[in-house]
């Protein structure tokens, strides 16, 4: 659904949720990332390495100056298309980062417990990530480059992205040491699995087909308790040669325990099958981009 087509609360919501998903990004990158040098790819290992080279800027800087720099390109080169979310998160972050290098300067990692700190430098990034994916939007950073070359190249962006994360990475064990560099390449690796992950729980949904004789009040509880639609099919028992009619709805966890429930009280015969979903596009869900 476009932005402009949204009703006011719905874009509050939205924006809602894009701050709350940067905030948690930022505070993976500032307080786990930045002080174990962990360069797992993206603006933020770049700015890493950047802030070891040329001491006389921080990494935070480093990330304004970068995500700054792309932003332009972004509206320059692509126009609207580029994403008015996109711009909100990246610049948001770069504020984000930049001020919290004033308000909570660090000297050194907040434990000494390495691989503790590269789960949190990698969950929460991803985590905040998965959130802005889902919305259709990004941290900008090297998504806008992937952007750029799409459009002016055939080339694999995916590949070309998975490349240039690995070199990024590749830097740290020189700039950094070995131990640190293996740190960023565990990290990357886990990076794009946490993201899968928490992408598959965030979008996850029941598709429950119920296959009843006593369909009536099953449909009735689905369409006026669980604010739900659902489509009724005729059907015969291949057994029993009774006539029967399967409900197909889509709903949340939550919903789909009580049909279960209630399902069973109608129709204690009643046949349940219920799957995990992740793409469902239509009312009430997911328009068609």
Known sequence: MEQDKLAPKQVFQEYVMLTVATIVMSVGIYFFKFPNHFSTGGVSGISIILG?????????AFVFIINQTLLLLGFLFLGRSFGIRTAYVSILMSCIIWGLESLVPLSAPLTDQPLLELVFSVALPAIGSAILFNMQASSGGT?????????????NIGNCLLLVDFLITLAACFVFG???????????????????????NIKVHKCC????????????????????????????????????TIILTVVNRTQAVQLRKAAKAV???????ITNTTEIIGKGFRGIL
Do not use: N, W
């Open 209 to 244: 087909q119920v296959i009843t004789s006593k369909p009536d009040e099953i449909v009735s509880f689905i369409v006026d308790e669980l604010k739900r639609g659902a489509t009724r099919i005729k059907g015969e028992g291949a057994y029993t040669h009774e006539d029967k």
């Open 178 to 200: 070995v131990e640190t560099g293996l740190f960023s390449i565990l990290g990357l690796a886990l990076k794009s699995v946490i993201v899968d992950l928490v992408l598959e």
């Open 52 to 60: 070891e080279l040329a001491p006389h800027l921080s990494a935070g």
């Open 267 to 273: 129709d204690p015969m009643c046949f349940i099958l």
């Open 143 to 155: 998504d806008i480059i992937a952007m750029l070359l799409k459009r002016k190249t055939s080339i």
